[in-house]
């Protein structure tokens, strides 16, 4: 790749990706290996907004069940990408618990399980009892769970790097701290930058939460609201935690990692907008995540948290991913917005090369397709 204020030897591509966070350089990558000469370009540093900040859960008992199968689908890309990277990714199909603490979130716990079980998801009910059996680091408040296999995580610091590296290796050109100011489309795309104009036959747009104002640059409206979402982690502790835990109600996602800290999240939210660029820790908000995880696993009670922090997420009015061609554009798409986009990232970056590459995605893309609420807007 090249380094920063060096001058590029070509300013000509096959494709420009523009963000390079887990899907753009996963797609960057599956391009990349198929011949084509691809540029990353990142207003920043290549996987420095939430691909990097995430916390690494790798569930599908949190996804909605539309994305189930695509969920299970990651896993097999996932594992293809630890043998392709060939380093440690942290990778751990380690099992989760989804808990219940009151009747209310049973029924909530049991109506999901029963829906993801539709699409193919094999989950076990276990009552407290069981849980007291299978689990007894977890709550005596704990009314009811569900278990699954294909629950687990991923390091995002061992993860970025790594993929990073084999870009660079395959040939990627990252174009890094190039913010990108404006679009011409065509027969040939001109993309302009604070480190001047590329162009490329094609353009996929990768900037996650920033991918509607880069599609408005083609006159193109992708509807995306920003959550601001918040992680903690805890200082290291004797492993206790082998399973992911999450929450009926969405609330709680909690891992115990390789050095034996505690990350802890679930989608508080944090304060900041795309504009101030702000992300700061509302400590109102944090402190009811940290109460609840504790609430779950009281042995956290003697943790000591050591840092959180809070990154941007975009978010999609029915909370699907953005995958395909953009409206009234041939040479022009993108790929952006999963719930769980982390889990995901992979896979659908790896679809959107191949969508780039054939005309066709090796999975069903159709309810992804980013001109979904042309017609509403
Ligand atoms: C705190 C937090 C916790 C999360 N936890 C999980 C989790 O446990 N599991 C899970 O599956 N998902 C999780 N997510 C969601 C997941 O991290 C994201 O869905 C995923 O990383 C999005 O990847 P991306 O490549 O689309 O976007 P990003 O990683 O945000 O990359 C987009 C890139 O586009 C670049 N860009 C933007 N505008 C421009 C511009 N004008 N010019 C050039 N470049 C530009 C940015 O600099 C950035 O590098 C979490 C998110 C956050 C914030």
């Known amino acids: 790749m090249q380094a920063l204020g060096s001058h590029f030897p070509t300013r000509k591509f096959d494709v420009i990706v523009i ?47 539309a994305l189930v199968p695509y969920t299970l689908w990651a896993w097999q890309t996932w594992q293809s990408l630890a043998q392709r990277l060939g380093t440690d990714l942290g990778l751990r199909r380690s099992g989760g618990y989804k ?45 009811a769970a569900t278990y699954c ?54 353009l996929a747009i990768t900037a996650g939460a920033w991918s509607g104002r880069i599609a408005a640059m083609v006159g193109v409206e992708l509807p995306i609201s920003l959550d601001v979402n918040m992680v903690s982690v805890t200082e290291p502790a004797r492993p206790t935690i082998k399973k992911i835990v999450t929450h009926a109600r969405g609330v709680l996602t909690l891992k115990q990692v390789a050095n034996g800290s505690c990350l802890i999240g679930g989608g508080w939210q944090g304060i900041g907008t795309l504009d101030d660029f702000r992300k700061d820790i509302s400590y109102d908000q944090i402190i009811h ?45 993108c790929a952006a917005c999963a719930r769980g986009g982390f889990t995901m990232g992979p896979l659908l970056g790896q ?16 309810l992804f397709d980013p001109g979904r609420f042309a017609d509403a807007a």
Request: net charge negative; aromatic share 4%; proline share 3%.
């Open 149 to 202: 296999e294909d629950d687990g995580y991923a390091s995002p610091t061992l993860v970025g790097p790594a993929l990073r590296r084999s870009a660079e290796e395959a040939g990627v050109t990252l174009i890094e701290h190039a913010h990108v100011d404006t679009i011409q489309s065509g027969d040939r795309i001109t993309v302009g930058t604070s480190r001047g104009e590329f162009q490329g036959d094609r």
């Open 19 to 65: 963000g390079g966070g887990v899907f753009g350089l996963s797609c960057a990558l599956t391009l990349a290996d198929a011949g084509k000469s691809v540029a990353v370009v990142d207003r920043s540093k290549a996987w420095g907004e939430a691909s990097a900040v995430n916390a690494g859960s790798l569930a599908v008992q949190n996804k909605l069940p």
């Open 99 to 143: 808990i219940a603490m009151d009747d209310v979130e049973a029924e909530r716990l049991h109506k999901i399980a029963a829906e993801q079980q539709a699409v193919g998801l094999i989950t076990m009910r276990l009552s407290k009892s069981d849980l007291r059996t299978h689990a007894s680091w977890i709550s005596e408040d704990c009314v």
């Open 351 to 366: 679809l959107l090369g191949e969508l780039i590459l054939t005309g066709t995605a090796s999975k069903p893309i159709d």
């Open 289 to 333: 995540n940290l109460r609840l995880a504790i609430r779950v696993i009281p042995g956290l009670k003697s943790l000591n948290v050591v840092r959180s922090w809070a990154g941007y997420e975009g978010v999609t009015p029915d909370s699907l991913p953005y995958l395909g061609k953009l409206n009234g554009h041939d040479n022009i798409y």
